[in-house]
């Protein structure tokens, strides 16, 4: 595992991130083999949301970790949504955090991210709150989920502190991020810009992208390895993979590793084998051939 710097934090952070999202129906023991699997593997970075399992799966996390390991990994959590709404408020913000600490067993968040964008948001009240959490240790740093550039320079410039990162919907079967970028001045679909160039803007202000649902398509419809919809895409992940020795999860990661944004992809499985194969993609460096051909094979039309 090789790690990247997280935003503009100084952190060096491993390259993929660990999403804690469906481990709050684990055991206490279940889920401390999904931790060691993943410090076993290199990865340190856990990524957790207030909403998780309605907060459990935050509260089952910090029954399995010790200690002496919090020193030792890093923690990253979200606040934002709530039922029927989103919440950027000062209170909600502070409670939300307050409410994951208590829930994490920690005296400190390594990183905040803003959940999905709130329409009311009020960026000096979001800095307010920021800002008090910085001074009191409880959040070290900060950044935002599902924003677009707009959304984050308007948030940005209320803030003393760097957003250092966005995490977007992101995989093989959903990549409006670079299509648009490849389709530049088309009339297809694919040409539509619909998320402003939030790709670019990330890159050019060092905002680290976390893509989530890595291996999914469409909106949380299921995982595209090994499904029957998708023949010409699995063919090609297990064609590459045969060439590297490694399973078709490993190349659908090292696919996103690929791109010289130095993203940081955000595992969405609880199975231990299929875990350590995300990780396992860090190690693989495919040629820009395969990156091409993978691409084509999820049914992209290259100009």
Not at 106 to 134: C, G, N, S, W
Not at 151 to 156: P, V
Not at 170 to 198: E, L, T, W
Request: charged share 20%; with cysteine.
């Amino acid at each position: 595992m090789y790690n990247i710097e997280l935003g503009k934090t100084g952190l060096s952070v491993p390259t993929v991130a660990v999403g804690c999202m469906r481990i709050s129906d684990m055991s206490e023991k279940e889920v401390g083999a999904f931790i060691d699997t993943a410090l076993e593997n290199g990865a340190n970075f856990f990524d957790h949301a207030d909403i998780y399992g309605g907060g459990k799966s935050e509260s089952v996390f910090s029954k399995a970790v010790t200690p002496s390991m919090r020193e030792n990994i890093f923690i990253q959590t979200k606040c934002g949504i709530r039922q029927g709404r989103f919440d950027f408020s000062y209170e909600h913000i502070i409670n939300s955090v307050n409410g994951s600490l208590e829930r994490l067993g920690t005296e400190y968040i390594d990183v905040l991210l803003l959940h999905r964008p709130d329409a009311l948001m009020e960026p000096e009240e979001v800095a307010k709150a920021f800002d008090e959490l910085k001074a009191t240790g409880k959040v070290r740093h900060f950044g935002v989920s599902n924003q677009n550039p707009y959304q984050m320079e308007l948030l940005q410039k209320s803030l003393d502190m760097p957003l250092c990162v966005n995490q977007l919907q992101f995989s093989i079967m959903h990549a409006p991020m670079i299509q648009a970028g490849i389709n530049v001045n088309m009339y297809n679909d694919s040409a539509v810009n619909r998320d402003g160039g939030v790709l670019d803007y990330c890159r050019l202000n060092k905002i680290t992208v976390q893509p989530w649902s890595p291996m999914q398509y469409g909106f949380f419809e299921g995982c595209f390895i090994d499904n029957e919809k998708f023949p010409k895409l699995n063919e090609t992940l297990e064609s590459i993979g045969n060439k590297y020795g490694v399973s078709k999860t490993t190349i659908a990661f090292a696919w996103i590793l690929r791109h010289p944004a130095k993203m940081q992809p955000v595992t969405g499985t609880t199975n231990l084998t299929r875990l350590a194969d995300c990780i396992k993609a860090s190690e693989i460096t495919l040629t820009r051939e395969e990156w091409y051909e993978i691409y084509r094979a999820a049914g992209n039309v290259l100009p």
